[in-house]
Nanobody, 114 residues
Framework: QVQLVESGGGLVQAGGSLRLSCAASRSIFRFATMGWYRQAPGNQRELVASITRSDSTDYADSVKGRFTISRDNAKNTIYLQVNSLKPEDTAVYYC????????WGQGTQVTVSS
């Protein structure tokens, strides 16, 4: 069973940046589209960014131009660079395949203060 471990979250002021990381316990990235999801309190989990095995990317409209997803297959890791953060970006961020095929990790909390 593949395990996913997210890290890199924190408390930042509006306009700040973070780099989130997601490490997989074994190689799956060469065979899967990977994505970053987030869940804010009271909201459903949503997909915010995805990257295919050929490095094509896609973003939710709410984060387009501010977030950048990337992957390092050699390290079994995907990243999410989050810039120009807004209070509404506050959420727990998770990675998984697209569509979802792996048990969720613990996520990493991003809190943006105004």
């Amino acid at each position: 069973q593949v395990q996913l471990v997210e890290s890199g979250g924190g408390l930042v002021q509006a306009g700040g940046s973070l780099r989130l990381s997601c490490a997989a316990s074994r190689s799956i990235f060469r065979f899967a589209t990977m994505g970053w999801y987030r869940q804010a309190p009271g909201n459903q989990r949503e997909l915010v960014a995805s990257i295919t095995r050929s490095d094509s990317t896609d973003y939710a409209d709410s984060v387009k131009g501010r977030f950048t997803i990337s992957r390092d297959n050699a390290k079994n890791t995907i990243y999410l660079q989050v810039n120009s953060l807004k209070p509404e970006d506050t959420a727990v961020y998770y990675c998984n395949t697209v569509p979802i095929r792996i048990d969720w990790g613990q996520g990493t909390q991003v809190t943006v203060s105004s």
